[in-house]
Nanobody, 123 residues
Framework: QVQLVESGGGLVQAGGSLRLSCAAS????????MGWFRQAPGKEREFVAV????????YYADSMKGRFTISRDAAKNTVYLQMNSLKPEDTAVYYC????????????????WGQGTQVTVSS
């Protein structure tokens, strides 16, 4: 059984930074792509970034480019999302997810999900 556990969320002022972590367990993730999504109240789940586990190729939503960085530590089976220059509109629950299909912008393509971690950015 695959388990994804996010951590690192919290309350931060606008302009601040947070680093989210996603610890993965249950199988070998070398064939997976790992994505981060977010969902604000009343809004659809939104793509943030994705990384291929083996090659480390990364892709970002346009609004996150230059502010967010996705990375992974294969030895720790952990994916990170470094978020800088945070804005109030970044407030959301952030989820990590695993996609055996190689990575996608569409949350419906992902096979496994974490429980989410709340990020709140105050103005």
């Amino acid at each position: 059984q695959v388990q994804l556990v996010e951590s690192g969320g919290g309350l931060v002022q606008a302009g601040g930074s947070l680093r989210l972590s996603c610890a993965a367990s249950g199988r070998t993730f070398s064939r997976y792509a790992m994505g981060w999504f977010r969902q604000a109240p009343g809004k659809e789940r939104e793509f943030v970034a994705v990384i291929s586990w083996s090659a480390g190729n990364t892709y970002y939503a346009d609004s996150m480019k230059g502010r967010f960085t996705i990375s992974r530590d294969a030895a720790k089976n952990t994916v990170y999302l470094q978020m800088n220059s945070l804005k109030p509109e970044d407030t959301a629950v952030y989820y990590c997810a695993a996609d055996l299909g190689g990575g996608s912008y569409d949350f419906q393509d992902y096979d496994y999900w974490g429980q989410g971690t709340q990020v709140t950015v105050s103005s």
